[in-house]
């Protein structure tokens, strides 16, 4: 028989998840299983798109990073991106190659190249953000307003744990792509 758990305690903490401030490690487990499930799912939504122009998930994720900030450097994409920067300078090739991508020395130091979608870029990039779009906002409706907060609270919780350089919650805001 599997030891009781012990009922949660209230009143002396505030926000959400007030409830679960118990969690047994199938309670992690579950959550870590759903996170990967719930990345699988959304990845999945681009992937017809992204081979119909001959891209992968690198390459969608550059593109998104330099969609969110126009004229991001190299090294700022690298620490964003968490990935080597052999990695990055392939799928990066490939985008400039595509022509997705256009690389401008910046005015400040010379020596830093500045990256911004091109046009195509923008138009593919836009699309495949509104595949994703859709599925979030209905999954965002369904759950309602609490949820979706609780929801941000954690990821950026995730976030500011993972130590990863370049990361964090307090980065400055982002463009309003609420239309299509």
């Known amino acids: 028989m599997a030891p009781s758990r012990p009922p949660p305690t209230r009143g002396t903490a505030t926000g959400a998840g ?3 401030l118990f969690l ?3 309670d992690m487990r579950q959550a870590q299983d759903l996170l990967m499930l719930a990345c699988r799912a959304f990845n999945a939504l681009i992937d017809e798109e992204l081979q119909v122009h001959g891209l ?3 390459h969608y994720r550059i593109m998104q990073a330099i969609a969110l900030q126009p004229g991001l450097a190299v090294g700022g994409l690298l ?3 968490g990935i080597t920067k052999q990695s990055l300078n392939r799928a990066l090739g490939e985008l400039l190659t595509l022509g997705l991508l ?5 005015a400040q130091d010379r020596r830093r190249k500045q990256l911004y979608l091109t ?3 923008m138009e593919i990039e836009s699309r495949l953000f509104s595949l994703q779009r859709e599925v979030l906002l209905r999954a965002y409706r ?3 307003g609490k949820a979706v907060d609780g929801f941000r609270r954690v990821m950026r919780g995730l976030i500011d744990e993972s130590d990863t350089p370049g990361v964090s919650t307090g980065a400055s805001p982002l463009p309003d792509r609420s239309t299509p």
């Open 119 to 121: 046009p195509r870029g």
């Open 102 to 106: 256009r690389q401008q020395t910046a």
């Open 18 to 20: 007030v409830e679960l």
């Open 56 to 58: 992968g998930h690198a």
């Open 142 to 144: 369904k759950a309602g």
């Open 24 to 26: 047994r490690d199938e």
């Open 79 to 81: 620490g964003t991106l």
